[in-house]
């Protein structure tokens, strides 16, 4: 099973968006799962929706498949079922419990499955990926950024930057120690683009990384 892992320093990066940028340029290539860590008790959801799935989470994970949560508009993985992946997965657990989840979507959920995508930080320490992307958002200052952001972005195979504001965010420039972070990783940054689709991108470097990857021939 091929992995490509999109990671993050905090959220409202851009993650989901590029998650389904690459699932468009390869439809029907690829299965998707979302990883949600619950770090204390008290913290059921990063975004306190108390409709979410997380709130199901009465033992130590929770592999989610139903595709009446999946699908729910405007969710991240209601865009990628939207999307020409093949499946879907949204697992969420606690720390101590990813060893145990991952050999359960091993077994259940991850066999025979050619090429997956995978969104979080936690499960790369148990799950490696063969390409490494960590998308930032210059937009949002330094002081959001999670623990061991730093080691993600030294060890990604590419820095996808997203340039695109907030409507509502009033800054003219970026930060200028999120600038100074970007400049140490500045031959592997790749700039997000408007299109939806990998290989209209202008800098063709992600596309042709994920093609020789899956060995995809276009």
Request: net charge negative; aromatic share 10%; glycine share 4%.
């Amino acid at each position: 099973m091929k992995v490509v892992s999109v990671a993050a320093p905090c959220n409202g990066s851009g993650k989901t968006s590029l998650l389904v940028s690459i699932a468009s340029t390869f439809p029907q290539v690829f299965s998707a799962a979302k990883f949600t860590t619950i770090y204390r008790e008290e913290r059921f959801c990063p975004v306190k929706d108390h409709d979410c799935a997380c709130r199901r989470l009465e033992g130590k994970y929770l592999v989610c498949t139903d595709p009446e949560v999946l699908k729910q508009p405007d969710t991240d993985t209601g865009k990628l079922s939207a999307t020409a992946v093949r499946n879907v997965y949204w697992c969420i657990a606690r720390l101590e419990s990813y060893p145990e989840m991952l050999a359960e979507l091993r077994e259940d959920c991850f066999d025979g499955i050619m090429a997956l995508l995978m969104e979080g930080n936690t499960i790369i320490q148990f799950l490696t990926p063969h390409l490494r992307l960590f998308m930032v958002n210059p937009w949002l200052p330094l002081s959001w950024w999670k623990e061991h952001s730093d080691e993600h972005l030294e060890k990604a195979d590419f820095v996808v930057v997203n340039p695109f504001r907030d409507a509502s965010s009033s800054a003219d420039k970026w930060p200028p120690n999120v600038e100074s972070v970007l400049r140490r990783v500045e031959s592997k940054q790749i700039l997000m683009e408007n299109s939806p689709r990998l290989d209209l991108w202008q800098d063709r470097r992600l596309f042709q990384a994920i093609s020789a990857l899956i060995g995809f021939h276009n």
